[in-house]
């Protein structure tokens, strides 16, 4: 077969006019210009102004004031005033050289450049260690566009380590036309995707997408379908920006009403909608609440068409609120808690305004996952007819199962730099307290039950007894109950799962009624007011325990003011208001009642303590515990023989028929 210089990865320019991700695709001084359909004009205009005061070819170098900028004028173009400099050591722009070297089958890249005008463009390395080097360097000078080239190896990339270059006008002004990082493959001919997004009553959040979808150009031409599976009763094709966004999509756009299976059966459904179709090589997996960088769908599929083996891509998470965040840098299972952790020397909600790529050593060393978040998630469809689709889990742990289990059939996950979405932050949700505790239970259990190397799990068991002692002794009723519950039907077995995912919402949502944690209200004066019988013992506020010893102090004494009872005029009245920033078990243990305000601070609900409902709670989770300790060996077995039939095309198709919209 031919070989070809293929694109691997494009510099880019922010899709939109947003200030606070510029430091994630510039580094330096950069504002937006005159972006127009027509580039080159737009170029010239700006080329004149700011030679004006250096007219002519042979103008001499200019040093660059505090208000030079480069000045943004395309996707992919962008004008540098003499003295200036410009770094694409950035997030969106520098190349991940290590995940290339590490899974793909590229030994060696090229750096295309098409330029005009005067400048220097200076090459660099990073090490795993976070080490900066220059490698090389090359200058233009011309009038017309000329195009430059420079070959490098990814030999010293296995540890970590990015490519990036700079560009410096040191005569006169620079016109960056385009830059591209390629490689020279016999693997020419590109994958195809078909894009699955879930939604479930975020019509304008989905439109939204599907607008950006269609005026995302040539990433297109990598798009077969995009099939999006509404789950709703606020549904997408009622929105009134759903016919601009159906007209741009064309026949590429696919609406599938389905009844609420939540994430992962709506997500299964596109799964399985890509088999069937046999029409795409891969299957990509979007939230509906994320803002996509487009350009991330034509990396994860030129990444996957050229990894060594077959592959799962996934894309990071950046904060939609702060949007110079990354949340995330890369996931695994701590094995011995099984539960979901930051890659180890990574940190969470890192700002790359304030502490950019260059200046963080930690992000240049290679970040190895287990699974990616379904956020952004391409996979083969190989992959899915060789292990199946989702497991039936509703929400929570699906795509950390589905990487797992991806795993141990011997296709790795690999998260991405340089692809991305921007995502509502957990902070942003009460996820661990409202109905998804029941999920969060129940499909950490099930997912340990297959895959924990530990007997009973490790540390899994007492942890979770710790947690639902702790929501009993916050008053988070409602929390414990659904904890309980989770464990139950975990103990019934996998029977039950495809049958529970069409009925369990409503359950859970009758359960929650029943306690008063769980009745949120939008205005704290919905409520009594505040009022305590008696001040606070010698004015003293509530301290945090400084220690182990003095934490568990802090429980057993809690559990035995548990043996007194409440105080009526507490039930009466609130004793005070937590806002949910200090919510902590250790606080709301040594009160009668609270108003707690929600993750997102739009309602709060009134805790009442229940000497009662807490003792009930606390002797039916000793027992259950107790019972799935017991029954561990074989409630693994069970689930693991399951397995196949479970995520079996066959079985989710009953499922999908079962859940027809009414």
Known sequence: MTEQLRVLHRVIMPAERDVDVLKLYVDGNAVFGRRTADVASAAEQVLAEQDQAAPGRGAAYRPATAEDSAEIIGRRSLVIPSGTRISFCSYFNAFPASYWRRWSTVEEVTLRVRARGEATVLVYRSTGKGHVERVKSFHIDSEESVEETLTLPLTPFIDGGWYWFDMIADGRTAVLEQADWCAVTDQTETGTATIGITTFNRPKFCVEQLLALGQAGDVLDVVDEIVVV???????????????????????????????LGGSGGFARAMHEAVQSDRSKYALLLDDDVILEPEGILRTVTFADLAKSQIIVGGHMLDLYNRSVLHVFGEQIARYRWWMTPVAHTHMSHDLA??????????????????????MCLIPVEVIRKIGLSLPFFIKWDDIEYGLRAKEAGVPTVTLPGAAVWHVPWHSKDVMTDWQAYFTERNRIITALMYSPYDRGGNMLKESLFITIKHAL??????????????????????????????????LQRIRAEFTDARAKPDLDAFPPVRRRKPPRKGRDIVPPRNRRDMIRTALLGAARQLRPVDSFQLTYPQTVVPHVDQTWWLLTKLDSALVSSADGTKAAWYQRDRHEFWSLIRRATALHAQLAKDWASLSRRYKAALPSLTSPEEWQETFTKARPE
């Open 354 to 375: 304030a502490h950019p790529l260059r200046e963080t050593p930690w992000l240049h060393r290679r970040a190895d996952v287990e699974y990616n978040a379904w956020w």
């Open 474 to 507: 916050a008053m988070q009723y409602s929390t414990a109950e659904l904890m309980l519950l989770a464990i139950e039907d975990a103990l019934k077995g996998p029977e039950d799962l495809h049958t529970s995912i069409v009925t369990k919402m409503g359950e």
């Open 230 to 260: 509404d789950q709703g009763t606020d549904r997408i094709e009622d929105h009134p920006d759903f016919p601009a966004a159906a007209e741009a999509l064309g026949s590429r756009l696919r609406v599938i009403d389905q009844a609420n």
